[in-house]
């Protein structure tokens, strides 16, 4: 189950988003916004957060005018590692080294086959583990307030 949410800019990216997940048969849960209407990004990067990092979705794809505050909004939220991305190869690579389970798109940067490129690798790579596992659980310990050297 894929996490998907959007602020007011974003809405036909997200479309598109949707159609690229039903081609590749995942299922996906849209937590907002469902409207025009102008609204908060942090409360919708919030809610698909919450929905990756309690396990009730996999990963989750997010998407504001330029991607930063809804990426910022998802990692203040304890387990997400969410990544904002334009080109498809620091997509892969933050599946590969970094574990990220959110992706955030700038609807206002990007263009729909673009992303929906980077989606599909993004959601095709796996995390390579190894020495890179030590690295993700460096991370974990950041978030808990821990020394990590
Ligand atoms: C909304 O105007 C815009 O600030 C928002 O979509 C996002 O780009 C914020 O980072």
């Given at each position: 189950m894929i996490a998907l949410a959007s602020d007011h800019t974003a809405l036909e990216l997200k479309e598109a988003i949707k159609g690229l997940l039903q081609e590749m048969g995942l299922e996906y849960k849209d937590f907002g916004t469902y409207t025009a209407e102008s609204c908060d990004y942090p409360v919708f990067g919030a809610r698909a957060a919450r929905a990756v990092a309690r396990g009730e979705c996999d990963r989750g794809i997010i998407i504001c005018g330029t991607g930063v505050g809804i990426s910022l909004a998802a990692n203040k939220i304890p387990g997400i590692r969410c990544v904002v991305c334009s080109e498809p190869y620091s997509a892969k690579l933050s599946r590969m080294?970094?574990?990220?389970n959110m992706l955030a798109f700038g609807a206002r940067v990007i263009g729909t086959e673009m992303a929906k490129m980077i989606a599909r690798i993004w959601l095709e790579t796996p995390f390579e583990g190894g020495r890179h596992q030590r690295r993700v659980d460096m991370l974990s310990a950041l978030e808990r307030g821990e020394e990590i050297e």
């Open positions: 080294h970094n574990d990220s």
